[in-house]
């Protein structure tokens, strides 16, 4: 137990991380038991397991990680993820750069994302339009045969920090833009996406985060946890082209940029958007100083 537990010491988390760590690495033989493709699993406890689970897939056919993540999704509380992405069995599925690279190079927006619309999700889920309700998203990042790899360049946009309502930029991998907002009227963030799509006209940022001035977007725990707790897949990702090609399908165009800022009525968010809870200095101090006694 405590070797599962010792990576975490770094930043301690909310109290039901270590129970939810210690269960997924327990149960996960039993999982693996009815989707023997699944080599590894991570949920992520920066983004409160729910919302983020990336699993390895060794590919015998085609697709078979989308079939991988259906049967995930069919999995007790498991059903309750709601981004889940697969990359191939070479990858640590821990190592969320990694991961970033994988979707950068085999994700098409327009084959390779599975949306679940009208689906359940954990009540604690803050982004989710009603109590319990929202969408689901899959992102099938595995290699793929029949087409070449998407190239991965530099953005070569000036900075954008101070410029008009965007108070902090950062780019953790090439191809990936998070871009923190002063936001004050609905739909502000996806005025802000076009903008910066309009700037970027070699189409190097393929995927694009708005947060908002709460999210310490340096901080890497508070950056998972500001991106993928703070949006409802269906309502909150948008791109750069949308139409309809001839399978009657949506053709989404090559960039991407995801809303993870505090939704509006108007938005589609029907319930009340939770505050942050910050914890005392004081508080956080003590509880720091006891680690040693608690043997950890």
Not at 181 to 191: C, G, H, Q
Request: glycine share 6%; charged share 30%; net charge negative.
């Amino acid at each position: 137990m405590r070797s599962i537990l010792r990576p975490l010491l770094e930043k301690p988390p909310m109290e039901d991380a270590w129970i939810g760590k210690a269960i997924s690495e327990i149960f996960f033989p039993i999982i693996k038991m009815q989707l023997p493709e699944i080599v590894q699993m991570h949920l992520s406890i920066e983004a409160g397991f729910h919302n983020l689970g990336v699993i390895s897939v060794e590919s015998y056919f085609p697709r078979q990680a989308v079939k991988a993540m259906m049967g995930i999704w069919g999995l007790g509380q498991l059903s309750l993820t709601k981004v889940l992405i697969a990359v191939d069995k070479t990858i640590n599925p821990k190592d969320l750069e990694s991961v970033a690279i994988e979707v950068l190079k085999w994700v098409d927006f327009s084959q390779d994302l599975i949306f679940i619309r009208d689906a359940h999700t954990d009540t604690l889920d803050v982004a989710g339009p009603l109590t319990d309700h929202g969408s689901k998203l899959g992102i099938d990042a595995t290699p793929k045969k029949e087409r070449k790899p998407f190239e991965i360049e530099k953005i070569t946009l000036p900075e954008l920090k101070g410029k008009g309502e965007i108070i902090d930029e950062l780019r953790p991998v090439d191809g990936i833009l998070v871009v923190k907002i002063k936001k004050d009227k609905p739909f502000k963030a996806r005025e802000i996406a076009n903008e910066i799509w309009k700037l970027d006209t070699d189409k190097k940022v393929r995927i694009m985060f708005i947060v908002d001035e709460e999210i310490n977007i340096h901080d890497k725990t508070e950056l998972i946890w500001g991106l993928f707790t703070r949006f409802d897949p269906e309502r909150d990702i948008f791109f750069d082209e949308r139409s309809l090609n001839y399978r009657v399908m949506p053709n989404f165009g090559t960039r991407m940029a995801i809303d993870c800022t505090r939704k509006f009525q108007e938005e589609g968010h029907f319930k009340p958007w939770l505050e942050i809870i910050k914890m005392d200095e004081q508080i956080k101090e003590r509880v720091t100083q006891r680690w040693e006694e608690y043997g950890l």
